[in-house]
């Protein structure tokens, strides 16, 4: 245990270098796995917007030249049907433009693959006659078709063969019975161009979100190592503090039976005093280790309350009746004030009267001779018991009020030591009340006394503390 306090003291009450080791790797493994999951996230979740973005633009251009098609051709028919009207030819020329504007052109062949007419096609033209080619003979090669009323529609990217096209073909006859092989052409330069774009800026998007998630990964690995580190520089400050508690007792029994034993041919009477020292300070070790026992289920989570239904205010008299004398050798008085004969409550009644008696026993400790401790019982508004506790003290000032639950706290260690406190006494209160489900808080000033008010639900409750 003195290794302990030194090692805590060497540094600065923080941690020894093997937790230290420890808690920086277990943080070092969180944050790189925290960062892995969320820069899988970003990229998947960008993978799938760009995948769903360049379907949806292959999709829409397949629809377009499919209605480009059709149209198409319904007007070559009738041209190739008819003389060449003005009118028809007015609508060939108005679709060309529509085309243009569009990126689309057409290409028509006959049976024998011959152009029989185009409009503004930049693929190149071999490459186009061998995708009608196979059309003709419905070579499975086609990276997807589409059915129609009037047939089927092999579309065909030809991005793999340098030019970045992809063309609807089908087959069909005019009016007169001849073959023709009808192909509309996308210009897919301008939709890659921005296919492209949108790909380095999503590139651009996920290193900033890959920036994003460290940070990110950084501040929820923070948050979720406070917790432990909390909870370990507790534990040393409680495997301290309960070291120093309790080597201060066995120094002072050693030193009484010291004193004893090196007098053997003196009476007991005559070492009464040494041995009286020695028994009064195996009492406060053994209050020490009960207490931390207590604390210690509570933290293993085996501390069983004993709910029974009682009297609160018939508890809370029995447990002014075992303090009053203790108050009474050191002037002071304990008032009751209840308007109540009853206040029935379903609790552990041995655990409240030990929280009565940790309040009382602290206001008694830290009140000057001649002045009063109240108690206070009054039922709630929500439907439980409020119980309060006030003296006249030395209160306790500002920056400590907010500590004064924690174990071995003490604002005045030299003058707690004197009045025989360990600094358990509060932390066991807030455990009790924490186990009923209740509140404890307290109001106080330095030189203004200590007002302690504890609300408890009057209803049952769970019969394991939580």
């Known amino acids: 245990m003195d290794t302990l306090l030194e090692n805590q003291n060497d540094n600065g009450g923080g941690f020894t270098p093997p937790e230290a080791t420890v808690l920086n790797k277990l943080k070092i493994n969180m944050l790189l796995t925290n960062s892995a999951v969320l820069f899988v996230i970003i990229l998947i979740v960008s993978v799938i917007i760009f995948s769903s973005l360049q379907i949806n633009v292959l999709n829409d251009t397949d629809e377009q030249m499919l209605m480009q098609f059709i149209q198409l051709r319904l007007l070559l028919n009738e041209i190739e049907g008819k003389s060449q009207e003005p009118d028809l030819l007015n609508d060939l020329e108005a679709l060309k433009n529509r085309l243009a504007r569009s990126s689309l052109s057409y290409v028509v062949w006959d049976e024998n693959f011959q152009c029989l007419d185009d409009h503004n096609v930049f693929a190149d033209f071999d490459n186009l006659a061998r995708v009608a080619m196979l059309a003709f003979a419905?070579?499975?090669?086609?990276?997807?078709?589409?059915?129609?009323?009037?047939?089927?529609?092999?579309?065909?990217?030809?991005?793999?063969?340098?030019?970045?096209?992809?063309?609807?073909?089908?087959?069909?006859?005019?009016?007169?019975?001849?073959?023709?092989?009808?192909?509309?052409?996308?210009?897919?330069?301008?939709?890659?161009?921005?296919?492209?774009?949108?790909?380095?800026?999503?590139?651009?998007?996920?290193?900033?979100?890959?920036?994003?998630?460290?940070?990110?990964?950084?501040?929820?690995?923070?948050?979720?190592?406070?917790p432990i580190e909390d909870n370990l520089r507790r534990q040393r400050e409680f495997v301290a503090d309960a070291s120093h508690e309790l080597r201060t007792p066995i120094t002072v029994v050693r030193t009484n039976l010291d004193v004893a034993l090196s007098?053997?041919?003196?009476?007991?009477?005559?070492?009464?005093?040494?041995?009286?020292?020695?028994?009064?300070?195996?009492?406060?070790?053994?209050?020490?280790?009960?207490?931390?026992?207590?604390?210690?289920?509570?933290?293993?989570?085996?501390?069983?309350?004993?709910?029974t239904t009682f009297n609160l205010v018939e508890s809370v008299m029995e447990a002014i009746d075992r303090i009053k004398?203790?108050?009474?050798?050191?002037?002071?008085?304990?008032?009751?004030?209840?308007?109540?004969?009853?206040l029935v409550i379903h609790a552990d009644k041995s655990k409240l009267q030990q929280?009565?008696?940790?309040?009382?026993?602290?206001?008694?400790?830290?009140?000057?001779?001649?002045?009063?401790?109240?108690?206070?019982?009054?039922k709630g508004k929500f439907n439980n018991a409020v119980v309060s506790v006030s003296d006249e003290g030395i209160g306790i000032a500002p920056e400590d009020l907010k500590n004064i639950f924690e174990r071995f706290y003490r604002s005045d260690k030299a003058r707690s030591r004197r009045e025989g406190g360990v600094g358990l006494?509060?932390?066991?209160?807030?455990?009790?009340?924490?186990?009923?489900?209740?509140?404890?808080?307290?109001?106080?000033?330095?030189?203004?006394?200590?007002?302690m008010v504890v609300a408890l639900p009057l209803g049952a409750a769970s019969t394991k503390a939580q």
């Open 138 to 226: 419905k070579d499975p090669q086609y990276k997807k078709n589409i059915k129609d009323e009037s047939g089927v529609f092999f579309i065909h990217d030809l991005s793999g063969l340098g030019t970045n096209a992809r063309i609807a073909t089908f087959v069909t006859a005019n009016d007169a019975g001849y073959l023709r092989v009808l192909q509309i052409v996308s210009n897919m330069d301008i939709k890659n161009d921005i296919s492209n774009r949108l790909l380095k800026i999503m590139i651009l998007t996920g290193c900033f979100g890959v920036i994003i998630s460290f940070l990110t990964s950084y501040f929820i690995t923070g948050r979720a190592m406070k």
């Open 263 to 307: 007098s053997l041919e003196d009476t007991v009477k005559s070492q009464s005093k040494w041995l009286q020292n020695a028994y009064q300070e195996t009492e406060h070790m053994e209050k020490l280790i009960s207490d931390l026992l207590m604390l210690a289920r509570h933290d293993l989570g085996d501390d069983i309350l004993s709910y």
């Open 325 to 342: 004398d203790y108050a009474s050798n050191k002037g002071i008085i304990i008032e009751l004030e209840c308007s109540l004969q009853e």
């Open 355 to 378: 929280l009565t008696l940790i309040l009382l026993d602290n206001s008694i400790k830290y009140s000057p001779s001649g002045t009063m401790v109240i108690v206070s019982i009054a």
């Open 425 to 451: 006494g509060l932390a066991i209160a807030k455990w009790i009340v924490d186990a009923h489900k209740g509140s404890i808080i307290a109001e106080s000033g330095k030189g203004e006394g200590t007002r």
